[in-house]
């Protein structure tokens, strides 16, 4: 993913677990707004991890909408449209040059659909294990 030198540090399960050691010294409302976020960003970072091996597997020409789209299509939710642009965007590409790969998405949401639900799980266990552990 990361082309022509850039690079994008993404959010770690140790990311979330010092975010959650944090927001346990927190009142409630911001303690609760501080785990959400958290959450978010974990899983934002597993849905990347998909979006780059699916453009390794597939030789994908990713653009910003085309990667939104695979994500709605695999969770039924949007994410990040500032680093959807910043990771996949090209200089100079105009909305009319779009990627040859619009007509694949269907085939690569349902082809990535299970083993990104699978994942995604597997990620809100890691984060209920991770908070559990933390208020003990």
């Known amino acids: 993913m ?3 030198g850039r690079t994008l540090v ?6 979330y ?3 959650i050691e ?7 409302g911001r303690q609760r707004a501080w785990k959400a976020a958290a959450a978010k960003r974990y899983k934002q970072t597993v849905l990347f991890h998909w979006l780059e091996q699916l453009e390794i597997a597939e030789e994908a020409d990713l653009t910003p909408t085309l990667a ?3 994500v709605k299509g695999w969770t ?8 959807l642009n910043k990771w996949f ?11 040859p790969d619009h007509p694949k998405q269907a085939d690569w949401i349902e082809k990535y659909q299970a083993q990104v639900v699978d994942d995604m799980k597997k990620a809100v266990r890691d984060m209920r294990a991770i908070r559990q552990a933390a208020w003990r």
């Open 22 to 28: 944090i927001a346990i010294e927190l009142d409630l």
């Open 76 to 83: 039924g939710r949007g994410i990040d449209r500032a680093i």
């Open 68 to 70: 939104l789209h695979l």
């Open 17 to 19: 677990q010092a975010d």
């Open 2 to 4: 990361a082309k022509d």
């Open 89 to 99: 965007s090209h200089p100079g590409r105009t909305a009319a040059d779009k990627s």
């Open 10 to 15: 993404l959010y770690t399960l140790d990311h």
